[in-house]
T-cell receptor
Framework: GAVVSQHPSRVICKSGTSVKIECRSLDFQATTMFWYRQFPKQSLMLMATSNEGSKATYEQGVEKDKFLINHASLTLSTLTVTSAHPEDSSFYIC?????????????FGNGTRLTVT | AQSVTQPDIHITVSEGASLELRCNYSYGATPYLFWYVQSPGQGLQLLLKYFSGDTLVQGIKGFEAEFKRSQSSFNLRKPSVHWSDAAEYFCAVGARQAGNMLTFGGGTRLMVKP
């Protein structure tokens, strides 16, 4: 159980376009999901906390107008990279924790490799 | 603020040899501690976690980790490494409040020699 599905796994887009990444909890509900960014050969850096039914909380230095987060339901959060630039190319990973399990760890999606040309 | 340090960026071991990956954390209270493994281009898979109780925790794939409060450490061990263990390993710390985000260490890349 506790599967997190992330889609797409890979996406290539042109500069200036927008890309939407979906994160779904398949067999549990999550009021909170987290979006991480990982540069090559580096660790995961938290970008934002996605809260169901309310605004996301962004980490310092993350542009909220560039990285739009929507948490429309207890099983779906989306990250939209707007007006993408080559420096936005990265590996984006979402995570979530089951709502009703206090001691459950975060479960991660398989990530999305974004390449902006 | 919480932080995690993994002192070893790369480690190479021979297949069948024992392994220890180091993790030190900084946190103001008793933390949740985790080890995750990541294969290239993939997401993270949980190996094991420590919340409370027995400080030696067993995980999947034959891994274990020991929480040492006095040393602020949570080192990952495996008695005999298999070639399929080659991957990136991340130690992470989180607050005890439910649903809190994790802070990750920089990762340790494990290579296994035949």
């Amino acid at each position: 159980g506790a599967v997190v599905s992330q889609h797409p796994s890979r996406v290539i887009c042109k500069s200036g376009t927008s890309v939407k990444i979906e994160c779904r909890s398949l067999d549990f509900q999550a009021t909170t999901m987290f979006w991480y960014r990982q540069f090559p050969k580096q660790s995961l850096m938290l970008m934002a906390t996605s809260n169901e039914g309310s605004k996301a909380t962004y980490e310092q230095g993350v542009e909220k107008d560039k990285f739009l987060i929507n948490h429309a339901s207890l099983t779906l959060s989306t990250l939209t990279v707007t007006s993408a630039h080559p420096e936005d190319s990265s590996f984006y990973i979402c995570s979530a924790r089951p709502l009703d399990r206090d001691y459950s760890p975060l479960h991660f999606g398989n990530g999305t490799r974004l390449t902006v040309t | 603020a919480q932080s995690v340090t993994q002192p070893d960026i790369h480690i190479t071991v021979s297949e069948g040899a024992s392994l220890e990956l180091r993790c030190n954390y900084s946190y103001g209270a008793t933390p949740y501690l985790f080890w995750y493994v990541q294969s290239p281009g993939q997401g993270l898979q949980l190996l094991l976690k420590y919340f409370s109780g027995d400080t030696l925790v067993q995980g999947i794939k034959g891994f274990e980790a020991e929480f040492k409060r006095s040393q602020s450490s949570f080192n990952l061990r495996k008695p005999s490494v298999h070639w399929s263990d080659a991957a990136e390993y991340f130690c992470a710390v989180g607050a005890r409040q439910a649903g809190n985000m994790l802070t990750f260490g920089g990762g340790t890349r494990l290579m296994v020699k035949p």
